[in-house]
């Protein structure tokens, strides 16, 4: 049975193809651990120090004797403290008490720590009082936290390939690194085209949109990382989009363009795009984001979304960005979007063929389940429906009708952006 529509290519493998046909870029530089949110991280991170690097107290509270505990009766004497950053030096003699904080180094011969709410103490802190059904209660090793129970020596703590996180950048600091080598951002120029768009902020001509795409554009590509060199508006005309076009691509690693990939007369990218360098991909079987072109000039990456808005971001999130993010070295399971199993909460008819994405929110139905409700147009032209959204649903090119209850692919706009 056919299922994609003839002429056109699927998603799937259109990441294929171009994943293997852009290459990864090699530069490397080493930057300021401040500035690593969001990069690809190129070499992995191997830790030189255990976490914690010494036994250490999890609570505050007093160290002990473990074997001692059997005989505690009465006022035991604490005989000295250890504090984070300022140990107990020395050994804790038999039948006494450490007094202790959280992250402090366990003294020597110590074994086990008790809460400091589980005692009573008089008020200078140097003698304590356990209850009985206290000392029942505490095991040994009881809220120690062991060295090396975190990352031990040696470890990868972080490998080549991972988009940073906060957590990730928190790990690298707790190795005391002060610089990760990471990717060198991409750089990419940006510009819309249109004859019918207008700079926002200058009057709107009759008939006319402001400008939104570039807008959408930028964003997506701040948001992995590429340095961005922003074109403004172009006209449609087949010498300025020429002249944009030879220029940009001596310069930048990607141009990504709004606009003109269609099959209207304005619709010159392609034909520019065509003398300047070669076309390698255009079409694909997708909803919205069709008219998606791929293409080269020189070393430079062309990549020509379409005018409609959602398309842009669509076309933009599950194709262009997963792109950029490989050119940058990010591994697979950083570039493919999330994608959960989620119940319809709508119906939905179609033709088959194309790979859908309709506007998504997910909310909870009266039984408290989760489900996905979709927006109520799949017109690419309607910006407001992503914002409305707070995912996608997916429906597959063989899959003509969805009803109430079935299981759909519920794409989080969160895990995209
Ligand atoms: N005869 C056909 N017509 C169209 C086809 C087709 O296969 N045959 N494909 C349709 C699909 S699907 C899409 S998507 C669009 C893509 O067209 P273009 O990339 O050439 O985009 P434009 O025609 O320039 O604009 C489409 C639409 O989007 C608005 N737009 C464009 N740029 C911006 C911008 N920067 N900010 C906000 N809005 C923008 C523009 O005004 C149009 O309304 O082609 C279909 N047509
Ligand atoms: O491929 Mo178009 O984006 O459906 O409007």
Redesign the pocket.
């Given at each position: 049975m056919q299922t994609i529509k003839p002429g056109l290519t699927t998603l799937s493998d259109a990441l294929v193809i171009a994943f293997a046909e852009v290459g990864i870029v090699q530069d490397v530089e080493q930057r300021p651990l401040d500035d690593c949110f969001g990069a690809v991280l190129r070499r992995d991170v191997i830790a030189k120090v255990a976490v914690p690097s010494v036994d250490n107290s999890a609570m505050d509270g007093y160290a002990l004797r473990f074997a001692d505990l059997a005989n505690m009766t009465g006022a035991i004497d604490v005989v000295g403290s250890s504090m984070a950053g300022h140990p107990f030096e020395g050994t804790l003699p038999k039948g006494k008490a450490i007094r202790i904080a959280t992250g402090a180094a366990i003294p020597n011969g110590a074994d086990c720590v008790i809460i400091q709410e589980n005692v009573s103490a008089n008020e200078n802190e140097t003698i304590i009082e356990i209850r009985d059904d206290v000392i029942a209660r505490t095991q040994l090793a009881q809220n120690i936290r062991r060295a090396g129970e975190d990352i031990k020596q040696g470890t990868v703590v972080l490998s080549s390939g991972r988009v940073l996180r906060p957590q990730d950048i928190a790990i690298a600091a707790g190795q005391g690194r002060g610089t990760l080598a990471v990717a060198r951002p991409l750089s990419v120029a940006v510009f819309?085209?249109?004859d019918?768009?207008a700079k926002p902020g200058d009057p709107l001509p009759p008939g006319g949109?402001?400008?939104?795409?570039?807008f959408a554009m930028i964003g997506m590509l701040r948001n992995i990382g590429c340095k961005v060199t922003d074109l403004g508006?172009l006209t449609?005309d087949f010498d300025v989009l020429h002249d944009a076009l030879d220029n940009a691509a001596k310069t930048h690693d990607v141009i990504m363009t709004?606009?003109?990939?269609?099959?209207?007369r304005?619709?010159l990218?392609k034909p520019v795009v065509d003398q300047l360098g070669e076309i390698h991909a255009w079409?694909l079987a997708i909803?919205?984001?069709?008219?998606l072109m791929r293409g080269k000039i020189g070393s430079c990456l062309i990549l020509?979304?379409?005018?409609?808005?959602v398309?842009?971001l669509v076309a933009g999130l599950l194709f262009a960005m997963p792109l950029l993010r490989h050119m940058m070295g990010a591994d697979r399971a950083q570039t493919v979007p999330v994608r959960m199993p989620v119940r319809a909460g709508f119906d939905f008819k179609r033709g088959t063929g194309r790979r859908e994405w309709l506007r998504a929110r997910l909310v909870q139905n009266e039984d408290g389940a989760f489900e996905a409700i979709a927006f109520n147009s799949t017109s690419?032209?309607m910006?407001s429906s992503m914002v409305w959204a707070d995912g996608l649903i997916e429906i597959p090119e063989d899959c003509g009708q969805v009803v109430v209850g079935d299981e759909v692919v519920y794409l989080p706009l969160r895990g995209l952006q």
């Open positions: 819309s085209t249109g019918e768009l949109i402001y400008d939104s795409n570039r508006l449609d709004s606009g003109g990939v269609s099959v209207g304005a619709d990218l079409k909803k919205p984001g069709k008219p020509g979304l379409p005018g409609n808005p398309s842009v690419s032209g910006l």
